[in-house]
């Protein structure tokens, strides 16, 4: 179970990416979670401010135009999520 209280059982790497490499020489590792389920309260560190927002997929997108949802990490992340969803959705449609 991670720090925001949920369990995840398919969990998959999305990408591995250099957010920052001129300056820092850490790695972003983006995954996909799915079958995911609220299985307790966050249990943060005291240096951690976290904030979980539920939302419906469909609004993501528009979130992402409109500047609500703007880290560049994230949006990568949600972009890569979508094009990956469709992706496999055009593979089943194909076969």
């Known amino acids: 179970m991670e720090e925001a209280g949920y369990r995840?059982?398919?969990?998959?790497?999305?990408?591995?990416?250099y957010p920052q490499p001129a300056v820092l020489n850490n790695t972003g590792l983006t995954y996909l979670a799915r079958d995911v389920t609220r299985a307790a309260n966050p249990s943060l560190d005291a240096a951690e401010d976290i904030e979980?927002?539920?939302?419906?997929?469909?609004?993501?997108p528009e979130m992402i135009r409109k500047?609500?949802?703007?880290?560049?990490?994230?949006?990568?992340?949600?972009?890569?999520?979508f094009f990956s969803?469709?992706?496999?959705?055009?593979?089943?449609?194909?076969?």
């Open 8 to 17: 995840v059982e398919d969990l998959f790497l999305l990408i591995k990416t």
């Open 52 to 60: 979980v927002c539920l939302v419906e997929l469909e609004r993501i």
């Open 67 to 81: 500047g609500e949802i703007c880290q560049n990490q994230t949006v990568m992340a949600l972009s890569l999520c």
């Open 85 to 95: 969803c469709l992706k496999i959705r055009l593979l089943r449609f194909a076969a």
